[in-house]
């Protein structure tokens, strides 16, 4: 640590500045029909302070804003155009362990997505089910050599 890396710790330690905000990626659910919709809303989430870059997605109805923001900022800003607004709800499915299960599975949910939850029992295998899995990895060098 330099000379001007010792004085920057020292002016950061003793100023009363507000902290910074980290980079921060934050996607929405809102419900636009039309291009106008998605216009009027990546307008409000332009205008919230830090925002980098904002993306709208018609098709899968997702707005996600880019930058230094905070999220209940970019999500107060999206309500504020008087559209149905909610925080991102989907994961890829491959992230849950029973993605078929009532309450994940989501027939309105973007191709190859299912409804997050941190219910234990569908987030994750017991420990049965994942020796099982096991058994028919290909990447096991014991693994069963029927199939």
């Known amino acids: 640590m330099g000379v001007a ?3 920057e710790y020292f002016s ?3 100023s009363k500045k507000k902290k910074k905000k980290q980079l921060n990626t934050v996607s929405l659910k809102v419900r636009m029909d039309c291009e106008g919709c998605g216009l009027k809303v990546k307008k409000a989430l332009s205008g919230v302070k830090g925002a980098k870059s904002v993306e709208v997605d018609l098709k899968h109805q997702k707005a996600t804003v880019y930058g230094y923001v905070d999220a209940k900022e970019v999500l107060k800003a999206a309500q504020a155009t008087g559209k149905k607004v909610e925080k991102w709800p989907y994961v890829p499915y491959t992230m849950i362990a029973h993605p078929y299960v009532s309450g ?3 027939k309105k949910a973007p191709a190859n997505f299912v409804r997050f ?3 234990p029992g569908v987030a994750t295998l ?3 089910e994942e020796q099982y899995l096991l058994i028919f990895n290909d990447e096991n060098p014991n693994a069963c050599s029927i199939m």
Do not use: A, Q, S
């Open 5 to 7: 890396g010792t004085l």
């Open 12 to 14: 950061d330690l003793f």
């Open 104 to 106: 994940v599975y989501d």
């Open 117 to 119: 939850t941190d219910e």
């Open 126 to 128: 017991n420990p049965e």
